[in-house]
């Protein structure tokens, strides 16, 4: 089984590490377009072979893990070159432009939308960890367009990791990730902005901001070069999620300027039930 | 040693256990206005005995962890009772307020003025956690005005448990404290409501939901009748660290709606910094 994972870095590097360990017979072809990952991926064995786009024709799965901007002109070349029995994964946090991008491809059939909902807030080859997607879902988009025996091979696969599968059309899909997903990383990027800006002299930050303000702050820490074209390609759903965030904190606001401090509590005491949504959350 | 505990919470519990394992001779006394609490600590062996107020006669050491706004009530009462050798320690996440309350209490120099960077978003007795405290920061407020001697015994208690101190004014602290603590306290119950208004069906907000969104909404959480006192004591700090974090959404946002997402990437890029700084938190 010849698998090429195009992007080798926390994505397409953990998916490669699991694959490795489940799939004896597996052969890990690695491809990106910064040789010192590729090279990197290699001697840390996240692959075992560098390759280059043309070898992408004696595939057998192909993940595309690579920024979804890219991806939207990578994933038409990937299937123009593969042959015909060859599975091409796309695991991007959008899901609607990529679906349309190569909605009229002849081999759309070969394709399948996933977003595994995993990761962390470091990235290159290094951060792939063993063992990141286990009891993760992986929401699959549009699974009725990927030919019936190329969706069984992709679920072997995501089961074998232990991954749990929800499928959703694209709309919904970036509709709800907006909110459960990217508001969150925004949220965390304006607050360590508003910090920073606040306290010059970083010491300060340093020696008071404790474990609760670090869980808060962790996204800030995430690759700007991933997000900025997920935010792009959800520009509609990233910004209504924005005004109502927005919009809930200057009503919190106003509730303090008024010493409405009754319904400051209220405010909290109503969201605090998120404990038993997040108490099913890995 | 007579050890007693006004409030057998987290907190409080927190230090009753660590306090016990550094000092063999303490007994641990809790006070609390609630029974079930009190009776739930003695259970959980975080308190030798429970105790009522007229027993603070008999305290070596004092610590008060309640509500903020019922230590500025609290507070002259115990030092009104305490004999003159007993040392006060109020460890609340507000200190302006409190430190004003006592400035003329005659047994003012009984008081020391703490504040822990330590916690989790859970309450109650069975929250209390043994090493909770270790390598976290104590910051001290106004530690000219305590008793040498009491100085003395506080940071021989803090430095056995392993914590390290800082001293500030009670000004400068209530003001820094509204950026790296109160703010995110803020952020994430605002967006734990976004999230639970918009996906009124909770399975979604499950299914969808990673680690990023687990992490960013932890402190919704936490226990709103500990925190509105907070909100209310530091109101105009907290609301000023409040219109800058929504002024850098709104301009986040705006870059969005106009395309400029090269300035998107490096509002982003610009704050990934805060690695750094998170590094030498605990």
Redesign the interface.
């Known amino acids: 089984m010849k698998v090429f994972i195009i992007g080798t870095g926390l994505i397409g590097g953990s998916f490669a590490l699991d694959i490795q360990q489940e799939y004896s017979e597996a052969i890990i072809y690695g491809i990106d377009n910064n040789p010192a990952h590729l090279k990197e991926a290699r001697e840390l064995k996240v692959i075992h072979h560098e390759a280059n786009f043309d070898d992408l024709k004696i595939a057998d799965i192909v993940f595309l893990t690579i920024p979804v901007d890219k991806s939207l002109s990578v994933l038409p070349l990937v299937l123009d070159t593969i042959n015909d029995n060859a599975l091409v994964i796309d695991v991007g946090s959008t899901k609607q432009r990529i679906c349309e991008v190569v909605n009229e491809h002849p081999k759309r059939r070969n394709f399948l939308a996933a977003h595994p ?5 470091f990235s290159g080859p290094k951060a792939a960890l063993k063992g990141l997607y286990k009891d ?2 992986n ?1 699959i988009c549009e699974v009725e367009k990927t030919a019936f025996k190329l969706q069984e091979k992709a679920l072997d696969i995501f089961s074998k990791i232990g991954m749990r599968i ?1 499928y959703m059309d694209a709309v919904s899909h970036d509709k ?2 907006a ?3 990217h ?17 010059k002299n ?1 010491r ?19 690759s ?2 991933m ?3 997920i ?2 390609q959800n ?1 509609a759903n ?2 209504e ?6 919009g ?3 009503r ?2 106003i509730l ?2 008024e ?1 409405k ?1 009754d319904e ?12 038993n ?2 108490n ?3």
């Open positions: 909902i995993a990761g962390t807030e993760k879902t929401i929800r709800h990730i909110y459960v997903s508001l969150s990383h925004i949220s965390s990027f304006m607050l360590g902005k508003t910090v920073i800006e606040k306290e970083e300060d930050i340093f020696d008071m901001a404790g474990s609760g303000f670090e869980s808060t702050v962790r996204l800030a820490k995430s700007p070069a997000w900025t074209p935010f792009e520009k990233v910004i999620t924005l005004e109502e965030y927005i809930n904190l200057q919190f606001k303090m300027q010493n401090f400051v509590f209220e405010e909290m005491q109503n969201t605090n039930h998120i404990k949504i997040l099913g959350i890995k």
